[in-house]
């Protein structure tokens, strides 16, 4: 099978570079077209005493899109990846990266994974929930510490 599109999920951690040059990779080996996915999970700043500090959380989640655009955009540039194929979005990394997934139409999300154990797997990783609830297949790379 060949892959037409191919669905980069990019999370900047200090390992994410596996990840884009595996993406990098398949994509030039099936000459497929490369899209870029970063989610900003939407964390409300809690206090025990207080619960969520709503004016925070709002001001912060602007600031951590506007983070993500930027280091999305140098990613997908070195990429030669086009602006209608470079999504940042808000919410559950679970949820938006099937959904952009879908609706895009890719053939292939190649995803970091971390590899966690107990507590960690126990919680649910994003590798994992994209891996049983993707309607494509799902490349996760094991990331290395």
Not at 3 to 28: C, M, N, P, T
Not at 30 to 38: D, M, R, S
Not at 78 to 86: A, E, G, K, Y
């Amino acid at each position: 099978m060949a892959y037409r599109r191919i669905l980069l999920a990019a999370d900047f951690s200090e390992h994410g570079e596996q990840v884009i040059q595996r993406a990098q990779e398949l994509a030039k080996k099936y000459a497929a077209e490369l899209g870029i996915v970063h989610v900003v999970e939407n964390v409300p700043i809690m206090d025990s005493s207080y619960g969520p500090i709503v004016p925070f959380d709002i001001d912060l989640s602007e600031q951590m899109v506007e983070s993500a655009r930027k280091r999305l955009t140098e990613i997908a540039d070195s990429l030669v990846i086009p602006q209608d194929r470079r999504w940042v979005e808000i919410g559950s990394p679970k949820v938006e990266i099937i959904r952009i997934a879908k609706e895009w139409q890719a053939d292939l999300v190649v995803i970091g994974s971390h590899g966690r154990h107990g507590i960690g797997l126990l919680l649910g990783s994003t590798a994992a929930s994209v891996i049983h609830h993707a309607e494509c297949d799902v490349l996760a790379v094991r990331l290395r510490r």
